[in-house]
């Protein structure tokens, strides 16, 4: 259903904007309208070759990058901590399936899971170590009208999407992952880290705020370690935890 006319209403703070897909610059999406607009700059590998928590953490705010027509903010991920953490899939050992997460840092871990979504990740640590950061949401920048139609949601304008239907764009993992076309035979094994790559994480010099850690969701082993990092308050993230 369209709803022409109605105005979106989210707060300033996390109204998403809408730019020409063919170009690889946006409005932040925590800011007014400007003339300006921010490059997007491709992370190091460095960036990656450390532990998972602290990429994660420093992951929050950063842009995920399809074929430089699709742009999103990361606002939503979790850690996994290589052999020694049960929840993690590296903790089966090096397999054809884990292999990624045992390689270089920098490079997408894709998984199909439940029969029916991907999920992606991105390995870290130093090459023989594995490690790495689930991506469970994320905030549209560009290319909204497109990742709605790989949704199944049909829109004319993205400013005609009701405010409450804006985070099934991209809220949760095998969401934005539909929403950018991701699947473990296009991507898995891509390199993150170089904007020649399909898909790619870069920054613009956002800074993240407000970030809230909490526990693992939809897991069962390590249930209890607080190693899910989030924007607090951004209507995107896909669950919320009552304290309690």
Known sequence: MHHVGRRLRLSRAFAPRDIPASSIYYLPAMREPSTHAA??????????????RR???????????????????????????GEKDPAS???????ARTSVLFGPPGYAY?????????CLNVSCEPDGKPGGVLF????????MKEMAQARGISIDNPKDLPTKDLPKLTSGPGRLCEAFGITRARDNGGDLTSAASSLWIGEDGYRARNIRVTIRIGITKAADKKLRYLLDGNPFVSRKIRPK
């Open 136 to 143: 469970r949401a994320l905030e549209p920048l560009s290319g």
């Open 89 to 95: 899939h590296s903790a089966a050992g090096n397999t």
């Open 55 to 81: 990429v994660a953490r420093e992951l929050l705010g950063k842009v995920l990058v399809r074929d430089n027509r699709l742009t999103a903010r990361i606002v939503e991920v979790e850690a996994y901590l």
């Open 39 to 52: 490059p997007i700059r491709p992370l190091a590998r460095a960036f990656y070759s450390r532990d998972p």
């Open 110 to 118: 894709i998984y199909f899971i439940y029969g029916n979504y991907y």
